[in-house]
């Protein structure tokens, strides 16, 4: 009888799991993984790209290591990109992205006025192991 009893309460916690997995994974399914946050991020000003903008491309350049079909869309439409995934720049914004052979990937913010550009910001992703 006892043995019973803990084979059914196997066959519980084994079904509780799958359960819970299944609405996790519907849940994903929901989401749109491609965005930056929860809520549409527009930025209007310089301040508000110097505030914002380095967490946004913090994770685009994070996953352009990890995502081969994402670095090459970035590398094309970094702009367009960022759209998709709910940021929004003004016009005068320009971004460039760089992944050069043996490089790590740099992502570097101007603003463009009648008399050329300036650099706003640059980022570049590195990575430190600690012990």
């Known amino acids: 009888m006892e ?17 819970h997995a299944r609405k996790f994974v519907a849940d994903i ?16 000003s310089e301040a508000d790209i110097q505030k914002y903008l380095p967490d946004v491309l913090g994770q685009a350049l994070a996953r352009t290591w990890i995502d081969k079909r994402f670095l090459e869309a970035f590398y094309d439409y970094p702009v367009e990109i960022l759209e998709r995934g709910g940021v929004y720049l003004p ?9 050069e052979e043996n490089s790590r990937p740099k992502v570097t913010v101007f603003e463009k006025s009648k008399r050329g ?3 706003i910001l640059e980022l570049k992703l590195i990575m430190v192991a600690e012990q």
Do not use: G, H, P, W
């Open 91 to 99: 016009d005068t914004i320009q971004l460039e992205f760089m992944k």
């Open 3 to 19: 043995l019973e009893i803990e084979v059914l309460k196997s066959i519980y916690a084994t079904l509780f799991k799958k359960f």
């Open 117 to 119: 550009r300036k650099k």
């Open 29 to 44: 399914d929901n989401q749109d993984l491609a965005r930056f946050s929860d809520q549409d991020i527009i930025l209007e």
